[in-house]
């Protein structure tokens, strides 16, 4: 009913950039809080950056100067832009929504994406 679609992984060298999207579609009537998160093989899943319906964010320290969240609210769309990539940021990277169903106004509802995939080479 609810879907979240990450796209723009994919390989790069060491101090190149990528440019992730993550488009929610099906039932949804708004989305609060959006974010990022990855997970490399061996590790848990960390945090990435987040950002408010309202555009306020929020980084984890070992991002910061480096990605840029943002957000389409009429598109129901976050993007991370990801710039002087290294290898220690090869990971899947998820996307995470609190999402407001059409069916229940009242609910806040957290969806993940499937992940995609950024690979860099040193």
């Known amino acids: 009913q609810i879907q979240l679609v990450e796209s723009g992984g994919g390989l790069v060298q060491a101090g190149g950039s990528l440019r992730l999207s993550c488009v929610g579609s099906?039932?949804?009537?708004?989305?609060?809080?959006m974010g990022w998160y990855r997970q490399a093989p061996g590790k848990q899943r960390e945090l990435v950056a987040t950002?408010?319906?309202?555009?306020?964010?929020n980084y984890a320290d070992f991002v910061k100067g480096r990605f840029t969240i943002s957000r389409d609210n009429a598109k129901n769309t976050v993007y991370l832009q990801m710039n002087s990539l290294n290898p220690e940021d090869t990971a899947r990277y998820y996307c995470?929504?609190?999402?407001?169903?059409?069916?229940?106004?009242?609910?806040?509802?957290?969806?993940w994406g499937q992940g995609a995939q950024v690979t860099v080479s040193s």
């Open positions: 995470n929504a609190i999402v407001i169903p059409n069916w229940a106004k009242d609910k806040y509802l957290e969806y």
């Open positions: 099906g039932r949804i009537f708004s989305i609060n809080d």
């Open positions: 950002i408010t319906f309202d555009d306020n964010t």
